[in-house]
T-cell receptor, first 110, second 113 residues
């Protein structure tokens, strides 16, 4: 069984540009969670999608957005990139009693 | 306001000895707790969980203890092995359906040979 897959592995963008990160959950999982891990910080909750709907979002500005497709894969979009958006972005899909994480996308804003 | 705290950013332990990683939380509504391990360039992987109806859960070398009155949990690794060197995250939730976990900042464990 394939795990949670994320692409790309690394992404370098210029300040002000937009970044799109992709995630495919484990087959059969309908929920996708996005987390940000900035350098030296823990995992900060970004967004939760379930059955195509945004169910909850963390304390992030509106330029962080996303969507979930009918096949339950998801995109995270970050507009008007700022230097402090440089971080590891992790996607997880849920089973009862916990998450399974992907390996993440390392976004670097220069 | 950090609801889940891991006050030790790093911990070094000799191989074969016990590693104790601590986690404190402030929200008394949390009733389900997880520990994750993360290696560099990989996503966190689930280690062990505990619900508030228990005070101890054991899985091989890993044991999690929960003290609800103190809002404190700890992860014990016995014996510690060099492959245990990783960042350990504590996470808490108000429910046990895998939703809306709050993560601590992590503790970097180094097991020295």
């Amino acid at each position: 069984e394939a795990g949670v897959t994320q692409s790309p592995t690394h992404l370098i963008k210029t300040r002000g540009q937009q970044a799109t990160l992709r995630c495919s959950p484990i087959s059969g999982h309908t929920s996708v969670y996005w987390y940000q891990q900035a350098l030296g910080l823990g995992l900060q909750f970004l967004l939760w999608y379930d059955e195509g709907e945004e169910r909850n979002r963390g304390n992030f500005p509106p330029r962080f957005s996303g969507r979930q497709f009918p096949n339950y894969s998801s995109e995270l979009n970050v507009n008007a990139l700022e230097l402090e958006d440089s971080a590891l972005y992790l996607c997880a899909s849920s089973f009862v009693r916990g998450y399974t994480f992907g390996s993440g996308t390392r976004l670097t804003v220069v | 306001d950090q609801q889940v705290k891991q006050n030790s950013p790093s911990l070094s332990v000799q191989e074969g000895r016990i590693s104790i990683l601590n986690c404190d939380y402030t929200n008394s509504m949390f009733d389900y707790f997880l520990w994750y391990k993360k290696y560099p360039a990989e996503g966190p992987t689930f280690l062990i969980s505990i619900s508030s109806i228990k005070d101890k859960n054991e899985d091989g070398r890993f044991t999690v203890f929960l003290n609800k009155s103190a809002k404190h949990l700890s992860l014990h690794i016995v014996p510690s092995q060099p492959g245990d060197s990783a960042v350990y995250f504590c996470a808490a939730s108000r429910d046990n359906y895998g939703q809306n976990f709050v993560f601590g900042p992590g503790t970097r464990l180094s097991v020295l040979p």
